[in-house]
């Protein structure tokens, strides 16, 4: 990361909210009508949870009926928050630290946004080249112009998603021609 980007650059000022006793298919219904996959749930104007479409697939699989269950039974706390002037640096340190996949923007002590895991991985300098970045030809590490444009994608930083079981890791490895966390490589 080159720190150029803040929380704010890549927040979703709009998200889905949803209230602590609403049932859990009301806010299943409106993250699929909204397309996304997490909701801030909130008690008043305070965010006290997240819930996610995975959440209320476990919910389902337990045989729960989400019709009879609020969300506040299944949304996962405490928030975890940051704020729109935080380098996306710190958003992916919160990410991959707490293991959580969305983090609520909070400016002036209120709500701005929300960002997500994806929103972190698909920012523009989330998987910059260390080497030769800006320049208009891949570069070894000496400087000297690389013919080999099959080593033009070995130079990337090691913090990531992998390529194998999808998490955001902070150390990934190169194995047979994959980036793998360090979970991935012990198996």
């Not at 039974?73 to 293991?99: F, N, Y």
């Not at 002036?108 to 698909?122: K, P, Q, R």
């Amino acid at each position: 990361m080159n720190g150029s980007l803040s929380v704010g650059d890549v927040m979703r000022r709009d998200y889905v909210g949803v209230n602590e006793g609403d049932p859990v298919a009301g806010a299943a219904e409106l993250m699929h009508e909204e397309g996304v996959d997490g909701a801030l749930v909130v008690r008043g104007s305070d965010p006290v949870g997240i819930v996610t479409g995975g959440d209320v697939v476990e919910m389902v699989a337990r045989g729960d009926d989400p019709a009879d269950t609020a969300v506040d039974a299944i949304m996962r706390q405490p928030v975890i928050t940051v704020g729109p002037d935080d380098d996306l640096s710190e958003a992916v340190g919160a990410i991959t630290d707490r293991g959580v996949r969305w983090l609520v923007v909070v400016a002036e002590g209120e709500v701005a946004g929300m960002v997500s895991e994806h929103d972190v991985l698909t920012a523009p300098t989330a998987l910059s080249p260390v080497e030769g970045v800006g320049s208009s030809e891949p570069t070894d590490p000496v400087g000297a112009p690389n013919t080999d444009v099959g080593l033009q994608s070995a130079t990337y930083a090691t913090q990531g998603v992998c390529e194998v079981c999808g998490a955001l890791s902070r150390d990934l490895d190169s194995h047979n021609g994959q980036l793998v966390c360090e979970d991935c490589l012990a198996m």
